[in-house]
T-cell receptor, first 112, second 114 residues
Framework: GDSVTQMEGPVTLSEEAFLTINCTYTATGYPSLFWYVQYPGEGLQLLLKATKADDKGSNKGFEATYRKETTSFHLEKGSVQVSDSAVYFCALSDNNAGKSTFGDGTTLTVKP | NAGVMQNPRHLVRRRGQEARLRCSPMKGHSHVYWYRQLPEEGLKFMVYLQKENIIDESGMPKERFSAEFPKEGPSILRIQQVVRGDSAAYFC????????????FGEGSRLTVL
């Protein structure tokens, strides 16, 4: 079945540092890929998405590129802020199945 | 423009009691998904429903758990005879279309079983 593997956390960075959170996936079809963010005590919010190979999703300074050859969708940001501290989830949606499959989440803490 | 509304936000039950969690999807959304987040773990799919239909319940435990999404009213996730292992955050998500993968989440219902 479908699966998503995320880089284990927690990740602690200083403000303005470069962020990479790795995500790889296994799927039988041609899934859409997503990053969601969860702030403390809240539900998940969609951060960015890509629907086909080589697409780049971007939002709020975050970006991720759909790499079919390496089955990856790594999240990057050039300069993190304290307000980026949250849990980040990589997810895929098999467009024929309806449901989405999530990774285990990576906790990011950004220190001033 | 209300988002996905879940209630209660927090629920405490003793072992053997029943828990009912409610979810009202965003306006115009007819697809509802329930996910469970155990402490220190990721989100695990439980069930996918459309109005009056269960589309995929492959993630639901075989016993004690049930879900519905009636023609009128919210979706309900029901857990009978709760056990301590049911303690988790239960998230509901909705989408306007099937199979787009883009989900809109509620803030979750946190169940604690004493």
């Amino acid at each position: 079945g479908d699966s998503v593997t995320q880089m284990e956390g927690p990740v602690t960075l200083s403000e303005e540092a470069f962020l990479t959170i790795n995500c790889t996936y296994t799927a039988t079809g041609y899934p859409s890929l997503f990053w969601y963010v969860q702030y403390p005590g809240e539900g998940l919010q969609l951060l960015l998405k890509a629907t086909k190979a080589d697409d780049k999703g971007s939002n709020k300074g975050f970006e991720a590129t759909y790499r079919k050859e390496t089955t990856s969708f790594h999240l990057e940001k050039g300069s993190v802020q304290v307000s980026d501290s949250a849990v980040y989830f990589c997810a895929l949606s098999d467009n024929n199945a309806g449901k989405s499959t999530f990774g285990d989440g990576t906790t990011l803490t950004v220190k001033p | 423009n209300a988002g996905v509304m879940q209630n209660p936000r927090h629920l405490v039950r003793r072992r053997g009691q029943e828990a009912r969690l409610r979810c009202s999807p965003m306006k115009g959304h007819s697809h509802v998904y329930w996910y469970r987040q155990l402490p220190e773990e990721g989100l695990k799919f439980m069930v996918y429903l459309q109005k009056e239909n269960i589309i995929d319940e492959s993630g639901m435990p075989k016993e004690r758990f049930s879900a519905e999404f009636p023609k009128e009213g919210p979706s309900i996730l029901r857990i009978q005879q709760v056990v301590r292992g049911d303690s988790a955050a239960y998230f509901c998500a909705s989408s306007p279309l099937a199979n787009t993968g883009e989900l809109f989440f509620g803030e979750g219902s946190r169940l604690t079983v004493l």
